[in-house]
């Protein structure tokens, strides 16, 4: 059986077709600040994220390489794979890689769905977490309290909306922020 390489089977009893999403999402530290990004529009303008995007072409690693210089302006110099997060989402397998992501200067950001980029300290990534500002999905949230909590990640996460909602409210992400995920 033929599938096309962004689908899967998974046998539960019955076959069932799912898409698969790759995002590639880079963690930038730099002096003890972690550099965060501001949506311009769409549903989540003016929630931070960390510079992430979705896999359209090439390998994870490319493409993480060019959304940093994307959504940065900042320009890849060096990246490892920390980990990759299996992500609950309705009908689709979400696989997000995440690179410990090393830069240079560049120029300014070419990403008209970036209002604007900055560092910020771990009391100010925590602030943004418990007020609610970074985009409601459990991956970002997830890292953004790790990196702001001096956690390492496990080699393969798996997040599902029963988790403990990473804004530390004490609710699982489906009952608290996860307003993104049916």
Request: proline share 5%; glycine share 8%.
């Amino acid at each position: 059986m033929r599938h096309r390489a962004n689908s899967f089977t998974r046998n539960s009893g019955h076959a069932a077709r799912h898409s698969a999403r790759l995002i590639a999402t880079a963690l930038i530290e730099h002096d003890e600040r972690l550099l965060l990004a501001q949506l311009a529009s769409g549903r989540f303008a003016g929630f931070w994220l960390l510079p992430s995007a979705t896999v359209t072409a090439g390998t994870v690693a490319e493409a993480a390489r060019q959304m940093v210089s994307e959504r940065t302006g900042y320009r890849a110099v060096a990246q490892h794979l920390l980990g990759v997060q299996e992500e609950a989402k309705a009908g689709v397998l979400a696989l997000r890689f995440i690179f410990a992501t090393q830069i240079a200067p560049g120029s300014a950001p070419n990403d008209p769905e970036i209002a604007r980029i900055a560092w910020l300290h771990r009391e100010a990534v925590q602030a943004l977490l418990a007020e609610r500002e970074i985009v409601p999905t459990l991956g970002v949230m997830h890292l953004a309290r790790a990196w702001a909590e001096k956690t390492s990640l496990p080699p393969l996460a798996t997040l599902d909306r029963e988790t403990l909602c990473p804004c530390g409210s004490g609710f699982t992400f489906r009952g608290c922020c996860g307003w993104d995920s049916p």
